[in-house]
């Protein structure tokens, strides 16, 4: 799933591994007005869960606590 969020673009899509999913996220920073982007932080595995839906929730939550403490 992608979002925007403050001045970030988040992308939280679980990783499907034997019928678990590990929650992941890679956050953008919007570079220019014209919508270039970089990235700023890869998340890494935080945890596995037992649906999709789970994981993206603790994505999301991870990459809003992140760019909440991050933002310029």
Known sequence: MQFDYRQFHIDASPLDEG???YARAKIYRRASVDGDKFEVKYSGD???YPSDADAI???ERWSIQWCDANRA
């Open 19 to 21: 019928g678990r999913y």
């Open 46 to 48: 935080l945890g596995d």
């Open 57 to 59: 929730e603790a994505a």
